[in-house]
Structures are given as structure tokens and as C-alpha cells.
């Protein structure tokens, strides 16, 4: 059996729900147990950014954005085409 992570260029649904409840949970907890010091905002940021990221993830999946797609390995094939005739004319 294998765990996908990252299906059809985007983090499957069950990354995207992980990433967004821990977050709040770890923003939740750092928030009621751990006083207000340097390391309690620090846990505080990063809870938020990784609830964003979560948050921001499930976004682009509604857009049909793929972050992680291959999509442009066939536009990058071409500029280099373009380049290599560019340096033959060039010669």
C-alpha cells in the first residue's frame, strides 16, 4: 500500500485537513498553556503558518491551481529548443 501525499499536483484532502487541524490546535494550546514568553509566540507564528499553509492549500485545490504539477516540463523543453537554435544563428 502506498500514501500518496501529493495527488494530480496538489496535497490530497487528508494532508490539507492535518495540516490546517494542527495548526489550530497547536495556535489553540500554545495559547492556554504556555505563558507568553519569546518560545509561546514562536509556537503561536507557527501554528498560524501552518494553518495558512493548510488554509492556502485547500484554496489553490478549489482553483484547480497544481503547485506541483508538471505541467510546464513541455514549455521548458521548448525554451531550450529555442535557445540551442538561437546559439547555432548566433555561430
Known amino acids: 500500500m502506498k500514501i500518496r501525499l ?3 499536483g496538489n496535497f ?3 494532508v490539507r485537513t492535518i495540516l490546517l487541524v494542527a495548526g489550530l490546535l497547536l495556535m489553540i494550546i500554545t495559547y492556554v498553556y504556555i ?3 519569546p518560545f509561546g509566540g514562536f509556537l503561536l507564528i507557527l501554528g498560524f503558518g501552518i494553518a495558512a ?3 492556502l492549500s485547500s484554496r489553490a485545490h478549489l ?3 497544481k503547485p506541483f504539477g508538471n505541467n510546464n ?3 521548458r523543453r ?3 529548443k529555442m535557445a540551442n537554435e ?3 544563428v548566433r555561430r
Open 6 to 8: 501529493i495527488e494530480d
Open 12 to 14: 490530497t484532502q487528508w
Open 35 to 37: 505563558p507568553a514568553a
Open 53 to 55: 499553509f493548510g488554509g
Open 63 to 65: 482553483s484547480n491551481i
Open 73 to 75: 516540463a513541455k514549455a
Open 78 to 80: 521548448t525554451y531550450e
Open 86 to 88: 538561437k546559439d547555432k
